[in-house]
């Protein structure tokens, strides 16, 4: 093989890395309103924080929270206490805090 074959391979190989990574990619902000919508609606919402990985929202009614829903979000694991919940979300977590906070 000569050295424009491996060149013509090589942009293939590429293109087809750049379509598989914008098709994985997921809009964020239609997955924070997901979420949100998942909490009760951003008048349910009082209090959001984020440490590391963790998303800790404080809630005004946890019931009207769908946990379930949150986890097909991406979620790692949910923890509730009292009127809160923390959401193990990965790198994602201050992103959602900020995109939220901007809403409210």
């Known amino acids: ?4 074959q491996y060149v013509i391979i090589g942009v293939v190989l590429l293109i087809i ?3 598989i990574v914008k098709l994985n990619k997921r809009n964020f ?5 997901k979420l949100i919508t998942y909490l009760g609606g951003k ?3 009082i209090n959001t924080e984020y440490n590391m990985s963790r998303f800790k929202v ?3 009614d946890v019931s009207l929270a769908n946990k379930e829903a949150i986890q097909r979000l991406g979620a790692k ?13 990965g790198k994602n977590a201050r992103q959602l ?4 906070e901007d809403i409210k």
């Open 1 to 4: 093989m000569n050295i424009i």
């Open 17 to 19: 890395s750049l379509v």
């Open 29 to 33: 902000n239609v997955e924070a309103n």
């Open 43 to 45: 008048d349910n919402i």
């Open 58 to 60: 404080i809630l005004k």
């Open 77 to 89: 694991g949910i923890v509730e206490i009292d009127n809160q919940l923390k959401i193990i979300f």
């Open 97 to 100: 805090k900020k995109y939220i």
